[in-house]
């Protein structure tokens, strides 16, 4: 018995030892912690609490390193943040070879244990969304209006002269949901509740696969992922809607080659096109468009930010009206044109995202060697380090009264910089979603890696935001106050139950419909 417990704390005494051996040779020591004790054991406590208070001790890095490095517990790792211009631009400088983005991406969300190898490897979905659906959105946009409509109507239902109370985010999960898959799958399959409801679980269910994944020690990870993947689940699902549509498709293709006149124009027959050349399955093509539909339907968040502040000050109504209408009289209907000189509305865009945002962090990038920043910091292979991005967009040395939300100041800034003959007297940089990024407005990231569906996203909000502004009078219910945001690690969420009252407008009406 003796003999088993002197091996039991020799084991245990072994195991502590190395621990401490790590700890102490772990070169992310070097860098200062925030948020608790960088000690064993109690970085892990840390990381629990960052779970409820990551926006105050983000912020209190940011406070005290600035221009500098600085690292926040998680459960499974160091999160290195930069805070200060010329940190952000060095991690937009640096070659895929020493930060990367998309290693980045697949690292945090366990991509190679979630989704199938090809797509790991070989993600030309991204190409397709940057290279054909974006300069394809002016021809897509009256299709995404229409479905806009529709989804407006089924969804909002609503009686003259009467208030009705609608909780805004499952609402606007299935408006946006329809209104990006008329893009993605066309109709009929865009309007199908079975397959809306996996379009629009895809988000819980991918981020939910994730957590468990990244709590998992890595030698464990690919058998928990055998048993809990919720999104291999979908795709198995989700294949079932896109067999018969791709298998008809592929025989007209066979059939009629490039003599196919009325072909399909939405991003399942562009990613068709470019299959040819790959090995995909449908099950791949499946999981391609549904990891798109991840990206597109968190939009959610923002439009539903977006809607409460509307609610907050009605006020801000009026004037996006005569712009919205003005604008597409202008231009005889909706087109990107019109999308494009709505400024009021563009900066309502670029105001939540900067204010609200989606995450307190941005711009991931894992180092891919060995390497030092320009501050000193020494970053080991595998680190993955981040910006402040929340923290950066509340601070008003970079932004004039930053902790103000106010809806129109881009558009006043645009105004300006045209007066003013600045940014080529366009005032291109401040739209919302803008070619060239900035290292001050991270909502998008910043360089080469800065989000394809940006304009996408730009075109499916604006159509949104404009029809229901021009359709309804909106106000918040209760005592008038708007939900506070809830914060949990680093994501920022609109309050979950967020409520917005609509009533038809009497004399008012879309003038597109
Ligand atoms: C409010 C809307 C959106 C926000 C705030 C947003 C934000 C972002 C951010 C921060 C990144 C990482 C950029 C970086 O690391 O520098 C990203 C990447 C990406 N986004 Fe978005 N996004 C939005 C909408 C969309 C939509 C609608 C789509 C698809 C239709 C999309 C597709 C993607 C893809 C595919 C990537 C990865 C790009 C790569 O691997 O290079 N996003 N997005």
């Not at 991406?105 to 991509?111: F, G, N, P, T, V």
């Not at 797509?119 to 991204?126: A, G, L, N, P, R």
């Not at 940006?454 to 502004?469: E, P, Q, T």
Request: net charge neutral; proline share 5%; hydrophobic share 45%.
């Amino acid at each position: 018995m003796d003999d088993y417990k002197s091996l039991a704390f020799a084991l245990l005494a072994a195991g502590i030892a190395t621990y401490a051996v790590r700890w102490y040779t772990d070169p992310l020591r070097a860098i200062p912690t925030v948020g608790g004790s960088s000690l064993p054991g109690l970085s892990w406590l840390a990381a629990l609490r960052m779970l409820r208070n990551g926006k105050a001790v983000v912020e209190e890095g940011y406070r005290k390193y600035p221009e500098r490095t600085f690292k926040l517990p998680a459960l499974d790792r160091w999160l290195v943040v930069v805070s200060g211009r010329e940190l952000v631009e060095e991690l937009r400088k640096r070659g895929e070879e020493e930060l990367s983005a998309p290693e980045s991406l697949k690292e945090i969300s366990q991509a190679k244990y979630i989704f199938d190898p090809l797509i790991v490897t070989d993600q030309y979905h991204v190409k397709v969304l940057q290279e054909k659906l974006t300069r394809r959105l002016p021809e897509l946009l009256l299709d995404i209006v229409d479905e806009v409509m529709a989804a407006v109507q089924d969804h909002i239902v609503s009686r003259e002269d009467e208030w009705t109370s609608v909780e805004v985010i499952p609402v606007m999960q299935n408006i946006i949901a329809r209104a990006s898959n008329r893009a993605f799958v066309g109709l009929p399959l865009c309007r199908n509740e079975e397959y809306l409801r996996l379009a629009v679980g895809i988000v819980v269910d991918t981020v939910k696969t994730m957590i468990v994944l990244s709590l998992v020690p890595r030698f464990l990870k690919s058998t928990v992922a055998r048993f809990y993947n919720k999104v291999q689940r979908n795709t198995e699902l989700a294949v079932q809607h896109f067999r018969p549509i791709i298998e008809e498709r592929q025989r007209i293709a066979a059939q009629r080659g490039e003599r196919w006149d009325n072909k399909p124009n939405d991003l399942l027959q562009f990613i068709l096109d470019k299959a040819k050349s790959n090995n995909d399955t449908i099950s791949t093509i499946a999981q391609r468009v549904l990891g798109l539909n991840f990206a597109a339907i968190h939009t959610t968040s923002t439009v539903t930010h977006m809607l409460t502040r509307l609610a907050e000050h009605p006020e801000l109504l009026a004037p996006l009206r005569d712009e919205i209408e003005e604008s597409i009289a202008a231009e005889g209907g909706w087109t990107s044109v019109a999308l494009a000189n709505m400024w009021m509305l563009d900066s309502l865009l670029r105001e939540t995202l900067r204010f609200h945002g989606i995450g307190l962090l941005g711009m991931g990038r894992k180092a891919m060697k060995d390497l030092t920043l320009c501050d000193g910091t020494f970053l080991p292979r595998g680190t993955i380090v981040h910006t402040a991005a929340h923290a950066l967009h509340h601070d008003s040395a970079v932004l004039e009264r930053a902790d103000t939300f106010d809806a129109f100041r881009y558009a006043r800034m645009r105004a300006a910089a045209v007066r003013s003959g600045s940014d080529q007297g366009t005032g291109a940089k401040l739209q919302f979603a803008a070619t060239t990024t900035s290292p001050e407005y991270l909502p998008f990231g910043h360089g080469a890696h800065a989000c394809p569906g940006r304009y996408f996203a730009d075109n499916v909000l604006k159509a949104v935001l404009a029809h229901l502004i021009l359709k309804y009078d909106m106000k918040l219910g209760g005592d008038g106050v708007r939900p506070a945001d809830v914060f949990i690690a680093m994501g920022v969420l609109p309050a979950p139950q967020s409520r917005v009252l609509f009533r038809p407008r009497k004399c008012g009406g879309d003038p597109g419909q």
